[in-house]
């Protein structure tokens, strides 16, 4: 049957920017589209607009729900101007995360050592309630 | 922190090569598609043989967007029949997308080895836009 769902796959963006938000060590809360309780994310990707760099070894991990679920803590040479990343999920249902409450913002956790610069942006496709 | 102002939308560009239309001969034959602005990162997409590919030879077909086969590596007519599915270069992977350092108003489908006598392709990509 059909549902009275909408029938376009949602998408979702969050750009972490330093010179918005800052580099400081610890959890760096981003705000951007929302997306409701019991949607499902099933991919997307993660596009560095700005180089990340750092003093130090400087690491970023990305946060919906729970801790690195869209991104591992990932170092900086990774991070390199126009890089292209994987999130987490990767589109199967392993890797698919169900939110049980709704979010509008990410958490990008900054570790081991403080940026100096970077932006970063993150695309998040989910699919909506089913329920 | 703060809001994006990206818009929350995965977007598509079609592109339809018909031999009736664009002809068949071994060449680089350039077709409109829908524009992808520059910065845009094409993440994955399809192609739907609308039309199956015809020729008296043995017609390879590719496709490009911004490099040689970066949409569709050179594929045999006999992969090109009626309704047939293909993947696109692109799969969803951050190591297989392509960020789009120009805009892109067309693709270039190259027909090899021998003329095509008839057929019909559709490419869709999807693609994120971050900036």
């Known amino acids: 049957m059909l549902t009275s769902r909408g029938s376009a796959k949602r998408i979702a963006y969050f750009q972490y920017d330093f010179d918005v938000d800052g580099g400081d060590a610890g959890a760096i809360t981003v705000l951007g589209s929302n997306i409701p309780s019991g949607a499902i994310i099933t991919s997307g990707m993660i596009h560095v607009n700005t180089a990340v760099t750092s003093d130090g070894s400087a690491t970023v991990a990305i946060q919906a729900a729970s801790s690195e679920d869209i991104l591992a803590a990932t170092a900086k040479a990774s991070l390199t101007l126009n890089a292209l990343l994987d999130l987490v999920p990767v589109g199967t249902a392993a890797t698919a995360i169900r939110l049980t409450s709704q979010i509008n913002s990410l958490t990008f956790t900054v570790g081991t050592a403080a940026l100096t610069a970077g932006k970063i942006t993150a695309c998040l496709e989910y699919l909506e309630p089913t329920a | ?131």
């Open chain 2, 1 to 131: 922190m703060q809001n994006t102002s990206l818009s929350p939308v995965k977007c598509v560009s079609y592109c339809e090569y018909d031999f009736s239309v664009d002809g068949g001969a071994v060449s680089a034959i350039t077709v409109e598609c829908n524009p992808i602005p520059a910065g845009a990162i094409i993440t994955s997409g399809v192609i739907h043989v609308k039309t199956a590919v015809t020729s008296a030879g043995s017609a390879t077909v590719a496709i490009q967007a911004l490099s040689s086969e970066d949409i569709l590596a050179a594929t045999g007519k006999a992969s090109l029949t009626l309704n047939a599915l293909l993947d696109v270069v692109p799969v969803g992977t951050a190591a297989t997308m392509i960020r789009a350092t120009s805009n892109i108003t067309t693709l270039t489908f190259t027909i090899g080895t021998a003329a095509l006598t008839a057929g019909r392709i559709c490419v869709a990509l999807d693609y994120f836009v971050t900036a």
